[in-house]
Each structure stands twice: as structure tokens, then as C-alpha cells.
């Protein structure tokens, strides 16, 4: 059989503008009148950008305090030695003291911040059971292979929740004082520990599995708590709203940092009479101290902080802002140079 181009065959593709490529294109012709203009536009706007955000990100306030318990750095060092080498660490209790001179404006966010701490390693990162977080009864009772060696107890009981990362929930807990008068008691400042999770974490990725018979303890029962938990997970709060894998501390703490060095929120400070930020006084931040770091060399601080339009404090935002502005108002001024540097020598080049 002779093929003939013009006969259809099986792979040619039809007569049509768009498989033959004959689509009519506009190709952007760059011109030193239209090229200078836009790197000096984009540079002001981006220095514009970023001043207005490293200005709000100087505007927040923080106070921040290291709690490690290092030799010779406050009450919690004495805690600290107790938990030296032991795990998990004893009971411990250690407190913070500092003053306000003025207000500090709310509403005001309080974080625990941990060093040295790599939750994005890879085989950490993988030491879960998304299963058995959303709640399915068949994963609760058979772990992923991926939770090992937290899979399973030393007695064979399957572990919930399971994993290197559950086993490493953070489980320090704090408590403010608010000092009114000289002299005069200390008064409980109300900590807001609703709502401190992200939406999707909370009402999508995390569920408890079904009750039976109107009890979360009866459906654990038959699995172990992490090897590291003082209590299982159902008893992680009173509230039966916010226990099991639904507990806002568990959920905030399995969303593994992306860096070594990462906040997590703990409470807001929005009630009662501290809705407009912290008064001026004396207080005191009673801490449990249970949370071991000096193993990995790490470091514990707490931290209160207020936010702006663009959220906590970030300057890095800024300053690349403005690097960049300023690398487009440079390559412009460059361009310009060589623009009217060579202009006049294609001109000549024209009329010969």
C-alpha cells in the first residue's frame, strides 16, 4: 500500500487552526520605555510593601521567657536537674515573675516555644495513623506499620493514639496571676484554650471513634496510651468536647513545624477584664513543669504577644520585601545606565 500525504490516516490530526499550530500569537517586543518602567514600578511597590510590613511587625509587642531551667537561670533550673535522665520526667512546679509598667495591648496570645526540635525529620513526620485520628474503630484496633516502634505496648495492646509524634506531645501547662495592688493577692487571669487549632484540624482530620454505650473510655478500651502519656487519652480534659484526639492541645501539637525552632499556641487572653490586652502590674505564670529538653539540647520559652493586621510578629516578611524592591530600583538604574550608555551607538549604526 503507498501512503500518500494527503490521504487521512489513523495518527494525523485534523485540518484545524489549533492542531496545525496556525493560532494567531502576539509576542511582547521589550523596549527600554516599556521595561524600565516596570522594574521601577514593582520596586517601589514592593519597598512600599514591605516598610508598611516591617513597621507592623516592629509595632508588636512580646515578652518572652526561658524556662529550660539552665544552671543558675530562675526556679525552674531545680526542676530540670530533678529530670535529669529520667523518663518520663517526676512532677515538677516552677513560676515566672515579671511586671508591666503600662498595657499591654491586647488582644494578647500566649505561645510555648521549643529549640532544636526537628518534628519535620522524615520518619517522624510519617509516625502516624491518620485512620486511627479520624476516628475509624478497625485502625484503632490495628495500628499502621508506620507508628513503629509506638505501634504496640510492651503487652501487645495496640497504642492511641500511635506514633513518635503523639508519644512527644508537648504537656507543660501554665497558669497567670495578675498581681492588681502592691501587696494586695493575686487574682486568676482567664486563659481562652478554645478554638486554638485550625478549623480543618479540628472539625475534618481529627474524630473520636464512635462511643459505646455513651462512653469514649469503654471505646478505647483494649489499647494503651503512648509510652511517654501519664494518662490515656480520653483523659485529657474533663471536657467532653475537647478529650481524645479531639483535644485542641493534641491537635495543635500533631501538625508537625516545618523548623527546628517553632511557636505553638497555647491560649488567648480575651475575657472578662483583660479583653483589651494585659493591665499594668505584677504577675505571676505558675508552671508545670513536666516537658523534658535538655536531652537534645533544646530550649523551652513562653511567650505573650500581641498581633497586627499581618498576624505575629514576623519581620523577615519585611526585609525580603525590601531586598527585593530595592534589587528591581538597581537592575532598573543598570538598565538605564546601558540604555543610554549604547543608545546613541545605534543610532550611528542606523544611519550608516
Known amino acids: 500500500m503507498t501512503w500518500s500525504a494527503t490521504a487521512r490516516g489513523a495518527h494525523q490530526p485534523d485540518n484545524t487552526a489549533f492542531t496545525q499550530q496556525r493560532l494567531p500569537a502576539w509576542q511582547p517586543l521589550l523596549s527600554a520605555s516599556i521595561a524600565l518602567p516596570l522594574f521601577f514600578c514593582a520596586g517601589l511597590a514592593f519597598i512600599g510593601l514591605g516598610l508598611g510590613l516591617y513597621y507592623s511587625s516592629n509595632g508588636i509587642k512580646e515578652l518572652e521567657y526561658d524556662y529550660t531551667g539552665d544552671q543558675d537561670t530562675g526556679n525552674c533550673s531545680v526542676c530540670a536537674a530533678a529530670g535529669e535522665g529520667r523518663a518520663p520526667p517526676p512532677p515538677c512546679s516552677c513560676a515566672w515573675y515579671f511586671s508591666l509598667p503600662e498595657l499591654f495591648q491586647g488582644p494578647v496570645y500566649l505561645y510555648y516555644e521549643l529549640t532544636n526540635f526537628y518534628q519535620n525529620n522524615r520518619r517522624y513526620g510519617v509516625s502516624r495513623d491518620d485512620e486511627q485520628l479520624s476516628g475509624m474503630p478497625s485502625a484503632l484496633r490495628h495500628p499502621a506499620n508506620e507508628c513503629a516502634p509506638y505501634q504496640r505496648s510492651a503487652a501487645g495492646l495496640p497504642i492511641a493514639p500511635c506514633g513518635a509524634i503523639a508519644n512527644s506531645l508537648f504537656n507543660d501547662s501554665f497558669s497567670l496571676w495578675h498581681q492588681r495592688q502592691p501587696g494586695g493577692p493575686y487574682v486568676e487571669v482567664p486563659l481562652d484554650r478554645s478554638g486554638i487549632a485550625w478549623w480543618t484540624d479540628y472539625h475534618v482530620k481529627f474524630r473520636n471513634p464512635p462511643l459505646v454505650n455513651g462512653s469514649l473510655a469503654?471505646?478505647?478500651?483494649?489499647?494503651?496510651?503512648?509510652?511517654?502519656?501519664?494518662?490515656?487519652?480520653?483523659?485529657?480534659?474533663?471536657?467532653?468536647?475537647?478529650?481524645?484526639?479531639?483535644?485542641?492541645?493534641?491537635?495543635?501539637?500533631?501538625?508537625?513545624?516545618?523548623?527546628?525552632?517553632?511557636?505553638?499556641?497555647?491560649?488567648?487572653?480575651?475575657?472578662?477584664?483583660?479583653?483589651?490586652?494585659?493591665?499594668?502590674?505584677?504577675?505571676?505564670?505558675?508552671?508545670t513543669y513536666n516537658y523534658p529538653v535538655r536531652a537534645f539540647d533544646g530550649h523551652k520559652l513562653l511567650i505573650f504577644s500581641s498581633i497586627s493586621w499581618m498576624g505575629g510578629k514576623n519581620p523577615f516578611l519585611g526585609i525580603a520585601?525590601?531586598?527585593?524592591?530595592?534589587?528591581?530600583?538597581?537592575?532598573?538604574?543598570?538598565?538605564?545606565?546601558?540604555?543610554?550608555r549604547y543608545q546613541d551607538q545605534d543610532d550611528d549604526d542606523d544611519e550608516e
Open 321 to 340: 520585601y525590601l531586598v527585593v524592591g530595592s534589587l528591581c530600583i538597581l537592575i532598573g538604574f543598570v538598565m538605564l545606565v546601558v540604555y543610554i
Open 218 to 287: 469503654l471505646a478505647f478500651q483494649g489499647t494503651a496510651p503512648p509510652p511517654n502519656w501519664r494518662r490515656p487519652v480520653y483523659e485529657l480534659s474533663p471536657d467532653p468536647n475537647n478529650t481524645g484526639f479531639i483535644n485542641q492541645d493534641f491537635v495543635v501539637w500533631m501538625r508537625t513545624a516545618a523548623l527546628p525552632t517553632f511557636r505553638k499556641l497555647y491560649a488567648r487572653i480575651r475575657q472578662g477584664n483583660y479583653s483589651a490586652g494585659l493591665p499594668r502590674g505584677a504577675y505571676r505564670v505558675n508552671i
